[in-house]
């Protein structure tokens, strides 16, 4: 019998209705559970933290059946390991509580960079939040952050170190997406936790890489593909370059937007205020005919683990430009020759970058080419290969054969 794996997320994975409107953490869980479905049998363990009608089936809900039926399960499944995918403190200590004398091995994926938890308890996002939230409770509910920001932080920040420490007590191994990230893990738990941490990078979405002969035919399109939560896309920003890009000119080019979240209605009350004509809301949809046809993706996310979205744009020939501090986005591309890349604090630079590609489709081809060979790093066979030698590195001897 193959070796069991029980990966455990937020949401009820295999039941969705629609899956492409799950974030990335998601998509990667059921992505790895097809890849190694060869090797090992794969189990989904969820804490429903949605509306129950979206789905249709789950494997196990941990809320329901506590710790004895999770003990059970895994008993009479032969589950050998436990893969944490999501997590908050109470779910480790849930989850180190409930596992005690099973034999099995924990493993985690820290799918965000270290110290995301607290970055949405800063001034600047809790004012974001209140001007992109429509929802007077909610706008209020952020009010409330602001004039409390140094309780909740420190709150958060207590919150976080005891996360951590656990990673580090629980898991025989936990991955970080980028190296970037181990500095500022081993600030937060050091050693122990980082003697157990490993560098394994997100994969690429699809299976099928853009043929190069099509690049030719991209049409003047600036793809945007994002949940719309103004605190963690900051898609704002993109809309203001929008507006100076209208006024240069540009009548060939769109800018067409994916996805949906709170702040889908006010970004596109500011469109019209803003008189953006060549901006369209196409709301979730499946992305993959819009990279096929889309010339260039853009980003201003201040919060990223290891972006799916700028991978699927980059193994579609669509070149990235990004203006964004989160350390990983040099793990992806190369600013100057598959994407461009800009401080935050940088947005003159930036849009600078977008009209320089815009003017030149000579360059645009060869940066697409570029963003295409660089994506081959993070072709899906090679990542699922890395998690399948580090579960053989876990597994008993006899399952192991």
């Known amino acids: 019998m193959l070796p069991g794996v029980l990966i455990f997320t937020f949401d009820n994975l295999p039941g969705s209705r629609n899956p492409r409107e799950k974030g990335g953490v998601e998509r990667f869980s ?22 129950p009608k979206h789905y ?31 997590y908050r403190k109470q779910t480790l200590q849930f989850f180190r509580d409930a596992l005690a004398g099973t034999g099995c091995t924990v493993i985690a994926t820290y799918h965000f960079r270290p110290y995301t938890d607290i970055q949405e308890y800063t001034s600047n996002s809790c004012l974001r939040r209140m001007r992109w939230e429509l929802s007077l409770g909610r706008k209020l509910k952020w009010l409330k ?22 990673l580090g007590e629980l898991c025989s191994s936990v991955v970080f997406l980028s190296p970037s990230y181990l500095p500022l893990a081993d600030s937060l738990a050091g050693l122990p936790l980082l003697v157990k941490s490993r560098v394994i990078p997100n994969p690429l979405s699809y299976d099928r890489l853009l043929p190069r002969e099509e690049i030719p035919g991209k049409e003047n399109t600036v793809l945007v593909v994002s949940r719309l939560e103004e605190a963690a896309k900051r898609v704002s920003a993109i809309l203001r370059f929008w507006s100076q890009v209208e006024r240069r ?61 700028v991978l699927e744009a980059m193994q579609n020939a669509v070149i990235p430009v990004v203006a964004s501090d989160v350390e990983v986005f040099p793990d992806i591309f190369t600013h100057g020759e598959s994407g461009l890349l800009y401080r935050y604090s940088d947005l003159d630079g930036c849009l600078e970058g977008l009209v320089s590609l815009m003017e030149d489709r000579g360059k645009r081809e060869k940066m697409a080419e570029a963003a295409l060979r660089q994506s081959e790093n993070f072709r899906a066979e090679r990542i699922m290969g890395m998690y399948a030698s580090l579960y053989r590195e876990f597994l008993p001897e006899e399952k192991a054969e």
């Not at 249709?56 to 589950?79: C, F, M, S, T």
């Not at 709301?283 to 096929?292: C, M």
């Open 145 to 166: 952050r602001l004039a409390l920001l140094p309780h909740y932080r420190k709150k958060r920040a207590a919150e976080m170190l005891c996360k951590f420490s656990l």
């Open 249 to 309: 000119g540009f009548d060939s080019w769109n800018l067409v937007i994916l996805g949906d979240g709170y702040s889908r209605r006010s970004y596109e009350k500011s469109a019209a205020v803003m008189g953006l004509r060549r901006v369209s809301f196409k709301g979730f949809q499946e992305p993959l005919p819009y990279y096929e046809k889309a010339a260039v993706f853009m980003s201003c996310s201040p919060v990223e683990g290891f972006p799916l979205s």
């Open 56 to 86: 249709i089936r789950g494997d196990l809900d941990v809320v329901k059946v506590g710790a004895v039926g999770l003990r059970k399960y895994i008993r009479d499944n032969g589950i050998s390991i436990v893969h944490l995918q999501q």
């Open 30 to 51: 059921l992505r790895l559970a097809d890849s190694l479905s060869d090797e090992f049998r794969f189990f989904f363990a969820y804490k429903q933290e949605v509306d």
